[in-house]
């Protein structure tokens, strides 16, 4: 090999691994910046689901208030969506889900449950993005966050049943059950190839037993109306 | 130097040779190690087999009427004592290797002996007899003329068998709420917990796989305990109605009499 | 080695591995045939179970007419059965029945229940091959697979108790309480290893328990006839 | 290279390794010297927790006394630790905190429940470390382990609720409910970066629910007093 | 409503007393089921020893003189004939289940029936025979006079006891060169090659356990090219003094010989 | 919850989750075709580098016209690259590269052996991107992909030295020295934070000793020019 | 319990929690900012560590100038030394040693192999020490960390022996081979209970002999003098 | 359960675990005893083998001398043998190998090393048993790891084959190379399980090959007589 072909070979070399070593430096300090931008709407979401969790212990009269409180917290979090938002390079969302994807099911958690509680309904994806300043820009509220979202909304509603009946609130449980009956029943037409949604899917049916025997042991002491042909 | 260099034909050959010889005698050893070994496995999944089926055995009868309960205590003696017998098969192997309380082979029978001293165990203390000790069972497995062992039952064993047993006296305790006995799963709570409670006092260096063990004991007290909590509250609400709980005790009662009868 | 040895060397490779990879991808494509013969199958289980569940929202008068559907539904099935047991070749079920198992499992716990209600019998295994039309072929429901789908079953019927309860029928419970204590009394009888099975075994007591918890409350509340002696 | 080089170059490669080896070996052996100081003090902490174990099965009226005899068990380790302070170099506690570390949220979490019983409060980490009486030498009481002894305490309280129902205690599981749910929120608030404290962290939520479930019971069967709206 | 609510004893019973009868044939097929499964994991386990016991045989007189060698390959096929006779076996027990292609228990024969594989493929290739193929060994397992399969020999057991094949044959080629052998590892490295490259052809769905395996097979493989290289460094190395080569080759063969002799 | 009320409810419930659930089995169904429509490309990769197998056992004298073998098998694979591309939605390339990118870094193994053997040089990631024809589509060829694949190319290197020489080759191995050399250096100044790259980086540093210990062997029996100061 | 009551307990357990929580943040806090000091102190080892590496590829009569730079650029760590040395609270260096120590570990590399190609001697302790300018601070050099740099420069040296060969340097083997000796007879006196460095060393000895198969290899080939009574 | 029957219950539980946590004590206790007292042979052996380490640098012609050191060093655990012997319960030896077994085969190692020097034989089991002193009492020397121990020498002697011709020793090699194929053929008389002694063994091939290559290496440069016909 002559010192030529040598010193070929190694530019050859150099520059091939330089321009991708560039590239994968580039994207891993992006990865970076973006995990830190997601950091407070942690906090947020943290802050919205701990004032959620008030609703176990205060009487029935202050749910709705909660709830609104809530949604007023969850707003707060637009701006920090938009900033992420704009960090995300056209077209790969997907690239960066890893790192917001689970932030996202919190805030569907916190949304969905405080939405059940002001308007007796299962919030749609849309009206989250919405709520989130999210619909246009390059953030995706995927479906397998959705539902996994709402199934986490759902695993908190036995305790709530069972933190009703504690206040003597019996109507309550009954709305639950219902809602989280109608939940249950759309799920099972799914068929599931999804493991990680699957294994969480079963756990919903462990709630809908939950939230059942909190209306069965009402109606044991006759403390509900009796059930109409619901 | 040539002859130094490579030692005459005879002198190596006698060096090869001799080794040769050596190395066959070992060759000798390490095979009927191997099938001793073999042998002592198999005789422990043996005993492994009949022991569980004789906790079914137990758990089959031990909720039925007194009657029908005490006969099934009389059939489980006769299962264990046949798995005495295979006991006794493991000491005639270990004997042929001189090796009389099983030090050697111990990793290979120990699976066995642990799931024989669950099933013991369980027998023991369904007989009324408390918590069965080490020199008990070290007994049961010595010859019942000599008082000789057939092997060794470590103190490990024993620990780890009986940790086995909090598993089994769970079951019997759930199943004996089915049955409207109310003293069953308290008495067995009481036992559970001063077991594990002498279990926690052991140093976690002393016997390494117990911590484990404890945590699956701890699963089965708790299981207990929702179970002992489950009859006050039943017991809270009958408390007016006395007669309810005497007839709903009586009606499984009748049903245990009526598998009696059949 | 001569240069004949070397290639008589090398073709009895070639020939020895074409064999064995042929039969592989033979037996491989097979396996994908029939399971994706058995994914209709699982839509008609799931739509079963998804039936029998309305069950617990109904009132006991509709609970016949919603078995003879489900079994209705069973029935549809027997074509498929037929396709499936005309894939497997003679004396293999055991080979693919890690592939069919499970299916036949959700069949069981969705037959035995309806036949259950229908029937207060537990259904024996001849029966459900005959519903199935699984009897001639070559399509074995071993043991194993009848004893996990019962206990199925078994799993579903506390629920089934609480919710008559809440539905006002307090009958029902009784009858599911006898039922699930004769199941019980004989699984008791077997011998189990530590598998599947037995795990779930263990799992039974507490459906027991659940069970005639829910008869003793009814009981406590005078909500029953005072039960006989038997 | 000469024979003169050849033995300087060995002389210093044996001073320069016998020297770090020296240390290297001093280390070690203080190791194994403070981790045989710690013998004793698990020994301590096993008594203690042996003794609050009798908490679930006594009555209420003898708590108070099984705690102060705790705390009295505690007090006996205050001169093993003085031992151990003087056995680590000033300065050095860090090195040395994987092998105290352990004791220490063993302790926390004795003192923590006798503490609790007794005053209803949770016990603050001076409180502790000057029990212990390490609150001047080298030993530290970190945040860290502090916090996963409180969890280690948390973990036993809905065990203790369930008992304290079988022994026909119902206003103890409302105290710990409340305490439960006091410690939960204040938990929730943290933004836990740390693994292995956000793991047990999760498990609060798990004993929250389980003591809301007691109350839940005693509330339906009118055990206690209507809740008031703390 | 009694009536109805608690249907009368004589139903129950009936109801109940049917339940047991089923149950109780449940219970006699399970326990035999367990019974066959462990019979068959011990024949499974001695099929395995055998097989062992005659790959080392194998690597005994493999590299040996041709006089030797064609001994130790006559006493190999007595020996592989006497773990046949356990496939007899292990057939018996799988037609009392009627499962005479032996598929409900396959999982528990597999373990041996790949290492007979392993040693049988071994022996073939030291008869100068090359791959042993999938019918060969399915030959050798069915009854010699009906042709029926002793139980079904899966692709699956062939690639798997094929691929453990290869770590014999490095073994084999190592040792071959200590015997001044330069024709064996190169012609072992020429057929570990094409049966390493027909396996990375396999689309790794189509038999999972095999990945795994085939990183075993690239590093036997690449023991066996550096065995190659050394042999051609040493190869250059002695161009010019070929009687060099000629002398330690007939020194390893002297060694040889005087085994024989003995 | 009046009757209509009751209605609304479930009918939000099923409109939400309907429209959730049929995007989630539509990516589902995409994901399959996906992987199906790769696997085809797993074939050809598989066939490239059975090819170049062949390079470890057949004289040098053949290694060229083996790589342009190699090279035009590879060019077979464009038309399922289009086909793979066009069922990527658009922007949407990282949601599945997961099952993309492995096939993709085989790819970049073959290619880059066969060129470095051609013309003794690395081969940049947009060189690759044509081969494939994967430069305009939804494909991307990230630097993780090609590193990656650099990677394994080079693990092969020690193995064909060794075996060059086996074939009496004595100037391949110096060849592949120095460019594993040269790709050493180059990887040595990235600093990695990404897991799975340092672990298969730190091979590489085994991967040079092994090639180096080739020329020594070589200059130690005087097989090749003595080196010069490249 | 009285409200009064429940509002000390909840206040207890607020302010024993919060204190709690926030020092454990401030620690979270300081790891990450001494792990973010480290980072550029990492870049300098790996640019002196990669600046060694071309001892393997250029002639002898380079060696000298190329230690002289390697530690030149070790020098040029000083100041970033100081900064990291400043965020250490007083006696807490062993609480963020596991973020110190790997770097460390690289300098200790870098500069004995730079050290010993200079001067042919084991650089002590206290010389690295100074040469990083860690002598006053809050920075430890434990003897481990020491030790295992120490083992990975010996790691190195069979390569460069090799190497040297490879570029006709027949006197540095020998050097090397004497070097690694009285390493390893030194470090064999070592009763090692410390597992993570008796893995390390057990790769000494393997070192040994590779040096000594290259002394062999010359020797053999009289290209060497004959050895000395060293 | 009658008081009388609680208390007893209770009494058996007490005194059956006492009995068995006092064994279990006893035993660790003398388990740690054992440990201590083979702590100090451990040294021995130590020093043994560090002796043997000088066979590879010092002349051949100082190699009887060094081997009676070592066995007059191994002599002197002849007490610590006698002592761990006594400590021994009858029978028990297997009960304590798993603390015994590696330190004799560290014995068995330097032993069987010297022997081969000074007498060109491979000690048998009896003669390393009476040099130890260990005939009599409860220490057995098992085949296992007597083959182990052997195995350990063999593994030494490819490298002291190497420096004796460094040292110019060039008969040495000769002996070696044939003591060692002597060795080779004996173990493949063994019909090993696939434990520790497989492992070990398969390692022998190797050590064959190297010191043969050291006797072709010989040959080709005529540093040795040429090989006779044995
Ligand atoms: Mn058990
Ligand atoms: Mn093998």
Chains 1, 3, 4, 6, 7, 8 share one sequence.
Request: proline share 4%.
């Amino acid at each position: 090999m002559s010192i030529t072909a040598v010193k070929d070979q190694r530019r050859s070399v150099e520059e091939a691994l330089t321009q991708a070593i560039t590239s994968l430096e580039a994207e891993q300090s992006l990865k970076k910046t973006i995990r830190e931008a997601v950091d407070p709407l942690d906090d947020v979401a943290r802050s919205a689901l701990s004032e959620l969790n008030l609703l176990h212990s205060i009487p029935s009269s202050g749910h709705a208030a909660l709830c609104e409180k809530c949604l007023a917290t969850v707003a707060t979090s637009k701006s920090h969506w938009t900033t992420v938002a704009s960090l995300i390079p056209k077209g790969e969302f997907y690239r960066y889900q890893f790192a917001i994807g689970p932030t996202l099911r919190s805030f569907v958690t916190a949304i969905a449950m405080a939405h059940f509680l002001l308007k007796d309904e299962l919030i749609p994806v849309f009206a989250i993005s919405s709520l989130l300043g999210i619909g246009e820009g390059e953030i995706i509220l995927s479906a397998e966050d959705y539902l996994q979202g709402v199934i986490g909304m759902v695993n908190e509603l036995p305790r709530l049943s069972i933190n009703a009946v504690t206040t003597q609130n019996f109507f309550l449980p009954i709305k639950i059950s219902a809602f989280v009956n109608d939940i249950f029943a759309s799920y099972s037409l799914l068929n599931l190839r999804n493991d990680a949604l699957r294994r969480r899917f079963d756990s919903l049916k462990y709630d809908v037993k939950r939230c059942e025997d909190v209306v069965y042991d009402l109606t044991l002491r006759g403390l509900t109306p009796a059930p109409t042909s619901a | 130097m040539v002859e130094v260099a490579s030692p005459s034909p005879i002198v190596t050959m006698s060096r090869k040779d001799h080794l040769s010889r050596t190395f066959e005698a070992y060759r000798a050893e390490i095979d009927s190690d191997n099938e001793r070994r073999e042998r002592l496995i198999i005789l422990s999944r043996s005993i492994t087999q009949l022991s569980k089926k004789l906790i079914f055995h137990l758990h089959r009868g031990a909720t039925s009427s007194p009657g029908a309960r005490a006969k099934m205590l009389n059939d489980a003696r006769t299962k264990e004592r046949e798995i005495r017998e295979q006991f006794r098969k493991v000491n005639e192997v270990l004997r042929e290797d001189g090796d009389d309380q099983g030090w050697r082979w111990h990793r290979q029978v120990s699976p066995g002996l642990e799931e024989y001293i669950e099933s013991l165990s369980f027998l023991h203390y369904l007989e009324g007899k408390g918590l069965i000790t080490l020199s008990d069972v070290q007994a049961a497995l010595s010859d019942q003329e000599t008082g000789d062992p057939w092997l060794v039952v470590t103190p490990e064993d024993y620990v780890l068998g009986i940790s086995d047993l909090t598993g089994e006296l769970m079951r019997y305790a759930t199943n004996a709420l089915s049955t409207g006995d109310h003293e069953t799963p308290l008495s067995v709570c009481r036992f559970v917990r001063d077991v594990k409670a002498k279990f926690d006092r052991i140093p976690p260096f002393l016997i390494k796989p117990l911590a484990k063990k404890q945590e699956e004991t701890t699963r089965s007290l708790e299981k207990i305990e929702r179970v002992c909590y489950a009859l006050r509250l039943r017991l809270l609400e009958f408390a007016d109605r006395p007669e309810i709980l005497r007839q709903m005790a009586k009606r499984a009662l009748d049903e245990a009499d009526r598998e009696e009868i059949d």
